[in-house]
Structures are given as structure tokens and as C-alpha cells.
């Protein structure tokens, strides 16, 4: 049946096992990306299996110049995390040069694009967030199991990341000019929107990282020095940027404003209660059977 066939198209040309693959990635915690003329930040929300586990990695390190953020499945992120560390690695070796971030992301996509026209595999349950550095400036791309990447100047993944997206397109027209220490802060604010409202952004929750200028240059090189190459910031190391996070106001409903002290007494014909509601408008059937949104995660997602 094609709802179970990963080659075959349902009558509407859709492929169910990939967009089921598709639905893994919003289940990993939040991931989010976003890039100036300058560098490139991720930040990542870190979830524990349980209370008794420590909080999953979510910042992989491919190459000096390349490092991924993960929301899905911890094991298709290992596996193709391995496999872009071998394509680096080759390039380093073979021509002594950093491989080119359009053609590690074109490579994984050719590799996850497999998957989907194969009999006997199925798609990849697992999306990134890549940013790096090469010739052209800062990058970052997302990646998912279709096999399709796309670049962005801002991109966030995982569950609940439609507030992070819609934090970002408010703010996108600052990140152009915006140095590391304002992407790192506007990153942490989108990620804290994926929260719900009685809940704060935790810096034993969070990884963040950072590439910069000349993190594809040879350690060896002359003008390698002072280059900003790709690494992960977590814990204590995030208090200065928690300092200058803004106290979190909500996009969708503000904060109601306090009652006054004491209300003026109003003329009879002021006093006289409003009608009520009529009962077919007192409650909306289609919003009150609107299923809410599940937060629990799968048991392997991150």
C-alpha cells in the first residue's frame, strides 16, 4: 500500500514515508540558525531522556569551518555527521584545502535523496541546521529528508519552531550588520519563543555555536591568526549573553494590563449588564475540537 511504500506515490502524488520523516524532525527539541555578513550562529535546546540522563549533544562539529545542529533522530544525525566528516576529511587530505560548504551540503543531499526512490530503505528522520564558513562569507543551510537544502539567512527546526520563525522574520532586517554577540543574544530569544509561557530558558539547556572569519584557512597559514573557527559554548560560558536577554514578552497575547484601583461609579443607565452571549456563539465547535498540540517528544528524538 503506498501509505507503507516508500517508492511508490499515493494518488494525490504525495510520498507518505517521507513526510512521515518529515514529522520526526518536529518532534527533537528546537533548533535555531541564523547568520550575518560575518558569522554564523546555531542555538540549540538540549533535552535529557529522563531525570536520571544527561542532556544530549546537539551541536556537532563537521570540520574547523562546518558544524551541524540536529532535531529527530539522534542515530541518522550520527550516521551523517560521519559521513560529512569523511567527505572534510578527504578534502583535506587530497587537496590540503577546506572543502567548499556547497558541496558537502549538495553531497548529503544526494546521499538523503537516495533513500527516498530505494526499496528496502527509508528516509533519513532527521534535519540540520548547517552553517560554516568559505570564500564567499557565512553560510547556513537546512537539510532534510527529502533531499532538498536550502539557504538561509534565518531557520529554526524542531518542536514548537514556528514561534522561533516567526521571532526571526520580525527581526531579520537586523541581522546583516549584526556582530556575533548580537546574533548569540537574537538567537537565544527566538529559541526562549519555543518555550511555553511559564517557562524560561535554563543555560544548562542550551548550546550554542559560533563560526567566524578565516575558520577555512590551514592552521598553518600566515593568515590564520585570529581566526573564529567553529565551536560550542555551553553553561557558565552563556552568562553574558543571558544578562543581556530582554525579559520575555508574548508575541501572541500581551500581558494584560493591571486593574486601576478603584473604578468611577457608573450612571444607571451606564450600569445596565450587557446581553448574553447567545449560546451557538458562546463557544465555537471547530475551535473546541481542535486537537491541542502533543509536546511529548518520541522516545528517540532529540
Not at 552563556?238 to 543581556?244: I, R
Request: negative net charge; aromatic residues 6%; glycine residues 6%.
Amino acid at each position: 500500500m503506498f501509505r507503507n511504500d516508500n517508492t511508490v506515490f499515493s494518488p494525490q502524488g504525495r510520498l507518505h514515508q517521507v513526510e512521515y520523516a518529515l514529522e520526526a524532525i518536529k518532534q527533537g527539541s528546537a533548533v535555531v540558525g541564523l547568520r550575518s555578513g560575518t558569522h554564523a550562529v546555531l542555538v540549540a535546546l538540549k533535552r535529557a531522556p529522563s531525570e536520571l540522563a544527561e542532556r544530549q549533544r546537539k551541536m556537532l562539529k563537521i570540520d574547523n569551518h562546518i558544524g551541524i545542529g540536529f532535531a529527530g533522530l539522534t542515530s541518522d544525525a550520527r550516521v551523517l555527521s560521519n559521513y560529512m566528516r569523511q567527505l572534510a576529511l578527504s578534502s583535506r587530505l587530497a587537496y590540503d584545502r577546506a572543502l567548499p560548504l556547497s558541496r558537502i551540503v549538495g553531497a548529503l543531499a544526494d546521499r538523503a535523496q537516495l533513500n527516498t526512490m530505494q526499496y528496502g530503505k527509508r528516509p533519513y528522520g532527521v534535519g540540520f541546521l548547517i552553517i560554516g564558513v568559505d570564500d564567499t562569507g557565512p553560510h547556513l543551510y537546512e537539510f532534510n529528508p527529502t533531499g532538498n537544502c536550502f539557504e538561509y539567512y534565518a531557520m529554526s527546526l524542531g518542536a514548537r519552531s514556528q514561534s522561533a520563525k516567526t521571532y526571526l522574520e520580525r527581526h531579520c532586517d537586523e541581522f546583516e550588520n549584526a556582530d556575533a554577540d548580537a546574533l548569540i543574544t537574537h538567537g537565544l530569544a527566538a529559541l526562549r519563543e519555543t518555550l511555553q509561557q511559564n517557562k524560561e530558558l535554563e543555560r544548562e539547556a542550551v548550546s550554542v555555536a559560533i563560526v567566524g572569519p578565516g575558520a577555512d584557512l590551514p592552521t598553518n597559514s600566515p593568515h590564520a591568526r585570529g581566526a573564529e573557527r567553529f565551536r560550542v559554548i555551553e553553561g557558565d560560558d552563556l552568562a553574558t549573553w543571558f544578562v543581556k536577554l530582554a525579559p520575555r514578552s508574548s508575541g501572541a497575547a500581551p500581558a494584560a494590563a493591571p486593574a486601576p484601583a478603584a473604578a468611577p461609579a457608573a450612571s444607571e443607565s451606564e450600569s445596565a449588564p450587557a446581553p448574553a452571549p447567545d449560546s451557538a456563539s458562546a463557544s465555537d465547535p471547530a475551535q473546541d475540537s481542535a486537537p491541542a498540540a502533543e509536546d511529548t517528544p518520541m522516545e528517540d528524538a532529540n
